[in-house]
């Protein structure tokens, strides 16, 4: 039977291909959600991808997975920057936790250079494109 991942995007990831593709790529979301549960296939890895604007269902996603201890890949989006919510629910997760920015947010405006999720994921992938949740779902794998 294979393990499960669930990842996570938050507002605006649902945009992707049509949003700032100078930053963010031509790739749409639904094109990402057919790369990842292809590339977790290989990986012995089943994927599910999910995208909301809404914070409370975000908060529930989370809440969820804690419950069920699966690992999570998660882009909080903006809420990355102040979203205290969103950090205490991801705080509750036991499993595995990665946290990733297509951009790198480091060299952005400097609202972005803090995400106050970081302090309680296991690890945060940035600045890599959509190869970041590849890398997230092979390091999962391997753990
Ligand atoms: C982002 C970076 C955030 O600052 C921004 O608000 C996003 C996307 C990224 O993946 O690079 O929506 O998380």
Known sequence: MSRSVTVL???NLGRLGRREPQIYGTTTHDDLVLRLIDYGRELGLNVDVRQTDSEE???AWIHEAADKRTPVVINPAAWSHYNIAIADAVAQLEAPCIEVHISNIATREEFRHHSVIS???TGTIVGLGLRGY???LSWLATS
């Open 9 to 11: 995007n938050g507002p």
């Open 119 to 121: 302090a309680y994921v």
């Open 134 to 136: 590849e890398l997230a």
């Open 57 to 59: 269902l975000m908060i």
